[in-house]
């Protein structure tokens, strides 16, 4: 069997030790802050800046930084499976489709395979260690590739966002909403559905509330809960995704539940205080 390597983006938000211990080849998307593009920027620093008054905006991958990351692997005689961003977010799933359909002519007997995960933070990070775990296993790259086809859309995408001025600079809510959701302490509920859109799910008073109704969710929809690794990242509110995490534990019964910041990409988008769950289910809804 062919050696291959999974590819995904930065906009997967795993550990570096995750990233490191799965072999994944991630491609790092930009974020602009002021005059300045960051390709790299400290976690920390980045939502300071944001507390600051900072709106940062972000950059797609371009075709170029596609055909440049395929070849430094194909020019080594390794395959590639890639895993890209929800392609309803973004335009770098359309980069990495041209730049694919470029750089097989010139290597037409590697494999390159390239998948929208039509998901977002860790949850396309779930999807990336569920690829890299069935890779370990000594699954071939078609076998890994139908695996995340025919799974992706079990991989539900759970938010609460604390934040709502974040959302009103941004143009995401309108000033009234926004005023009138901090004064009722409105904490809105979103997910990802199986187009790989944010969309609106309920509305809750008050954080914990907020929180509990991620549980709700997993709880009702979740799939072989006691088996399953589920990912928890958040926009610089660690306190309040342990508290998730502790719930989780304790109601349902998780394998293991792993928390990571939501990165600069996404974290540009929620601004601060958004907590995201990702788990197997049923289903999106």
């Known amino acids: 069997m062919a050696e291959y390597v999974i590819m995904t983006n930065s906009t997967c938000d795993l550990t570096e030790e995750m990233i490191q211990a799965l072999g994944l080849n991630v491609l790092t998307l930009g974020v602009n802050i002021g005059e300045e593009t960051f390709k790299e920027i400290p976690v920390k620093e980045f939502y300071q800046k944001i507390r600051d008054g900072a709106m940062p905006t972000t950059n797609a991958a371009n075709i170029g930084e596609y055909v440049d990351a395929f070849e ?21 799933y359309n980069s990495a489709l041209m730049a694919a359909e470029e750089v097989r002519e010139k290597y037409p007997d590697r494999k390159l395979f390239v998948v929208d995960s039509v ?4 949850g396309e990070g779930l999807l990336a260690w569920y690829a890299g775990r069935l890779q370990q296993e000594g699954k071939t790259i078609e076998e ?14 759970w938010f609460t966002v604390n934040d709502l001025d974040h959302l009103k600079r941004g143009g995401r809510i309108s000033a009234a909403k926004a005023l009138m959701g901090t004064m009722l302490g409105i904490k809105p509920i979103l997910r990802v559905n199986d187009e790989g859109k944010l969309v609106p799910a309920d509305k809750v008073r008050g954080r ?13 929809t979740g799939t072989n809960l006691a088996d399953q690794t589920i990912f928890i990242s958040h926009s610089d509110c660690y306190d309040d995704a342990k508290w998730l995490a502790d719930q989780i534990q304790e109601k349902l019964g998780v394998k293991e539940v792993v928390i990571n910041y939501i990165g600069p990409v ?14 197997m289910a049923t289903g999106r809804e």
Do not use: P, Y
């Not at 890994?144 to 995408?157: G, P, S």
């Open 266 to 279: 996404i974290g540009s988008h929620t601004g601060i205080g958004t907590i995201a769950l990702f788990f």
């Open 72 to 92: 430094a692997i194909l020019q080594d005689g390794k395959d590639v499976l890639c895993l890209v961003f929800s392609s309803a977010l973004s335009t770098t």
């Open 119 to 122: 998901s977002a933070s860790m």
């Open 208 to 220: 914990q509330q907020s929180l509990l109704r991620l549980v709700e969710q997993m709880e009702k």
């Open 144 to 157: 890994v590739r139908d695996w995340v086809e025919a799974n992706k859309l079990n991989l539900a995408h």
